[in-house]
């Protein structure tokens, strides 16, 4: 047999095509070409592959030997093609028998010396030949990974020559099967040792409850840090459909999976001084972001305003959809980004002396240019908008009594959140235009009152639909099936930004 095809997974975006890597040898000067829009990795594989295949004592057929990856338009990169296309060549010529090459994908890099080397990407390429029915073969690296579905037979291997003798029924690889389990280990950090800012403590529960965005504005040193980084204590655990959408986004990044919690939801805290790239994905090969990276998770901007307004803007499509398509002229990917924003700044240039009143020294220009380097458009997409005042030195006294724990909190969380699923199967922070008309309708008491907030402070209309999802996340809270008047209340004295403005054209 001078022709053998073996099948494997590229790597677009979150999707894993299929690959048929078609081997043929034929007549003519010894040489091997690789054809298929291959990159410099993938060329290079043809060294790795003949070290390989002589270190595992196996003959280099002396022909001339074209591999085709097809198909030819998809662009192929990495080294994962390495292990199918020396099975390729064994099965072309004689040395291996093609019988179980049908029935089962391969994935893996080869060293010289024939181990095999995990790659990246495994998790989607997983779910690819599940969707299949074949069997996966991959390096023993991967095999976690893989592990993560349910009814896929996963069989890891070390080296070429474990494959070999798999294929040739000498020696069958193990099915792998330990699901990796996450780590339940507590979070360093608790709720409780936030001292005071009992408004900040309610908001926060709310935006949990409801996977709202919210922006905390207040002086250095106020705890906004403290608050962010305790959201995810009091997050609901997320399902094992939303734990494997995050997992596949950390699988083809470049820092690759981490088994020990792939279904805790991710925390991202990207510096200021980040590119648009960086936060939403790009490159010449497209890459996922922070913001596909926090998907299902928290995404915190700690001094928001330091932030380039051009890096900021870039994030309000994706706050509204929940996915980014990044587009280049050679191709084009599609990465999920449903994250859940959590923002901090000082409301003026200066810090120390101002307490949000009559001790603030910068002018009013200079308070007025400071906010507006975050653009309307942005604020109006974020739902959940608190001052985090200076606190009295007796509040911070080790004696001093401490708020409800993490654990508390998140209670509350868990039964508001199974709330919404149960009524629309998704948050209130996701609920459309239609949808929001159906399950935060108002009596007439609590719309005479919205309309005047709408009017006093000059609010858009896609800050009337975020007031009345805070409010329908507030009334969750409480077990209410309507809407009331404290809920709405309540909802409209968390729009910080919007009286500060509205205050101004008033």
């Known amino acids: 047999m001078s022709l053998a095809r073996v099948y494997t997974r590229a790597q677009l975006g979150i999707d894993a095509p299929e690959v048929c890597v078609e081997v043929h040898l034929g007549n003519g000067l010894p040489s091997l070409a690789i054809v298929g829009l291959p990159e410099a990795a993938v060329r290079e594989s043809k060294d790795r592959v003949r070290a390989a295949l002589v270190n595992s004592h196996y003959e280099f057929p002396a022909r001339r030997i074209t591999v085709n990856l097809a ?33 089962a994908e391969f994935l893996g890099e080869l060293a010289l010396s024939g181990e095999l080397r995990g790659v990246r990407g495994v998790l989607p390429a997983a779910i690819a030949t599940r969707a299949r029915g074949r069997e996966f073969v991959i390096p023993t690296a991967n095999a976690g990974e893989a592990a993560l579905l349910n009814d896929l037979t996963t069989r890891p291997a070390d080296h070429l020559l474990a494959v070999c003798r798999h294929l040739a029924g000498q020696d069958p690889l193990p099915i792998y099967t330990d699901k990796p389990v996450s780590s339940e280990k507590s979070l360093d950090v608790d ?33 906004k840090t403290m608050l962010a980084n305790r959201l995810a204590t009091i997050l609901p655990p997320m399902s094992e459909a ?73 994030l309000r499509e994706p706050m509204e959809t929940g996915h980014i398509t990044i587009s280049r002229a050679a191709r084009q990917a599609d990465f ?24 603030c020294i910068c002018t009013p220009e200079q308070r007025n240019r400071h906010r507006s380097r975050i653009s309307a458009p942005l ?8 001052e985090v005042p200076q606190l009295p030195h007796d509040v911070l006294r ?12 998140r209670a509350r969380v868990v039964v508001a959140r199974e709330r919404q699923l149960a009524r629309q199967d998704r948050t209130n922070a996701q609920l459309s235009a239609r949808e929001v008309d159906r399950h935060c309708s108002l009596a007439d008491a609590e719309r005479s009152l919205l309309e005047q907030a709408m009017q006093r402070f000059h609010l858009s ?32 004295g968390y729009r910080a930004m919007d009286r500060w403005n509205g205050a101004q054209q008033g």
């Not at 990169?77 to 099965?91: C, F, K, N, S, W």
């Not at 999920?336 to 002396?353: D, I």
Request: aromatic share 4%; proline share 7%; charged share 20%.
């Open 379 to 386: 604020l109006d997409r974020i739902d959940l908008q608190i």
């Open 461 to 492: 209309a896609r800050a009337y639909h975020r007031i009345l999802k805070v409010s329908r996340s507030i009334a969750d809270l409480q077990d209410s099936p309507h809407i009331e008047g404290p809920h709405l209340a309540e909802a409209l």
């Open 336 to 359: 999920p980004a449903r994250f859940q924003l959590v923002a901090a700044m000082n409301p003026c240039p200066q810090g120390y002396a101002c307490d949000l009143g009559a001790n």
């Open 398 to 409: 080790s004696d001093a009594p401490r708020g409800e724990t993490s654990a508390e909190v």
């Open 191 to 223: 709720l409780s040792d936030v001292r005071g800012q009992h408004q900040a403590r309610r908001a926060l529960e709310i935006a949990a409850a409801g996977g709202h965005n919210i922006l905390m504005i207040g002086p250095p040193g106020t705890g």
């Open 71 to 103: 198909p030819a338009d998809l662009p192929k990169e990495g080294g994962r093609y390495d292990l199918p296309i020396a099975l390729g060549i064994l099965a072309a010529s004689g040395q291996l028998p093609a019988d179980g090459l049908e029935d």
């Open 242 to 314: 939303e734990a494997l959408e995050t997992a596949v986004v950390a699988s083809i990044s470049e820092q690759g999976l981490r088994l020990d919690d792939w279904s805790r939801r991710p925390f991202r805290a990207p510096h200021h001084t980040a590119s648009g790239v960086a936060l939403v994905g790009g490159g010449s090969q497209p890459k996922p972001g922070e913001i596909s990276l926090a998907h299902n998770g928290v995404l915190f901007l700690d001094e928001l305003t330091e932030f380039d307004r051009h890096v900021l803007e870039v």
